[in-house]
């Protein structure tokens, strides 16, 4: 998919999957199924990753040089913790990209709408380059296009239920209402969800548990990369319009006897 690459901001990339790198049994199989699934960017939760002589899997060190890292802000609950770990991101990673995470319910893992919106703006202005994880709310959305955001990423369903699409009439209505890449974020569980989501217009998925809990993840991560492939070419075809009634697939004049 070169040849119609996602334009977040300044950044392109071929693949429209972004993996999250959590939940596998070992490294090596993270290693198989990034590379199963063509991504290009993976997301790490700089909270909960090894920076440095610090103890833990050294998650970073795989991934250097090999995928453009989105550092996120994963467990945080306050627009301050997320500020705080942002800059440490930029400070450890030389990136200017963050995927901003503000959870403001630990049942459901639902983001903070305002205090995203709060961190949100403070970055922009400091020069961050802000994914934001977003309820899928039209206008929180459209809001945080109007600051400067260059995609938003509002969820599919809760994260880790693999439910899906929940909402896709909020989902096409973001989509008319904000010109920036709309990347889907959690919910997503299987490859179908992830073709859902690109034929509906959607720019790209972000996933993690729907391809780390999967009995086999490198054959899900290769499943949702033809996926998105497929989703994408169904989007740009256009799909035919529902109808509520049968039309002949051939012509009826002209019948032989």
Do not use: W
């Amino acid at each position: 998919m070169s040849s119609d690459p996602l334009q977040i901001g300044e950044f392109s990339f071929g693949s429209r999957v972004m993996l999250g790198t959590g939940k596998y049994e070992t490294l090596e199989q993270m290693d198989a199924a990034l590379e199963a699934s063509g991504t290009e960017v993976v997301t790490v939760a700089v909270r909960r990753v090894k920076f440095g002589d610090q103890p833990g899997p050294d998650i970073l060190s795989r991934l250097q040089g090999k995928y453009t890292i989105l550092p996120n802000t994963a467990g945080c609950t306050t627009a301050e913790e997320a500020l705080r770990t942002a800059r440490l991101a930029r400070e450890i990673l030389d990136t200017p990209l963050v995927k901003l995470e503000v959870i403001g319910c630990p049942r459901t893992l639902y983001p903070d709408s305002a205090a995203t919106l709060e961190a949100a703006k403070i970055l922009i202005d400091e020069g961050f380059v802000v994914l934001p994880y977003i309820t899928d709310d039209p206008v929180a959305c459209q809001r945080l296009v109007e600051m400067g955001c260059p995609a938003v990423m509002p969820l599919g369903a809760p994260i880790g239920s693999g439910l899906g699409i929940q909402n896709p009439a909020n989902l096409r209505i973001i989509l008319e209402m904000v010109d920036v890449p709309v990347i889907v974020d959690a919910g997503v569980g299987t490859a179908s969800d992830v073709a859902v989501a690109l034929e509906l217009g959607a720019a790209g998925v972000l996933l993690n548990t729907g391809v780390a809990a999967a009995k086999d993840p490198i054959a899900m991560a290769n499943a949702v990369r033809h996926a998105a492939e497929a989703g994408r070419l169904a989007f740009r075809a256009g799909r035919m319009p529902r109808r509520l009634y049968a039309t002949a697939s051939s012509p009826l004049d002209g019948l032989i006897g």
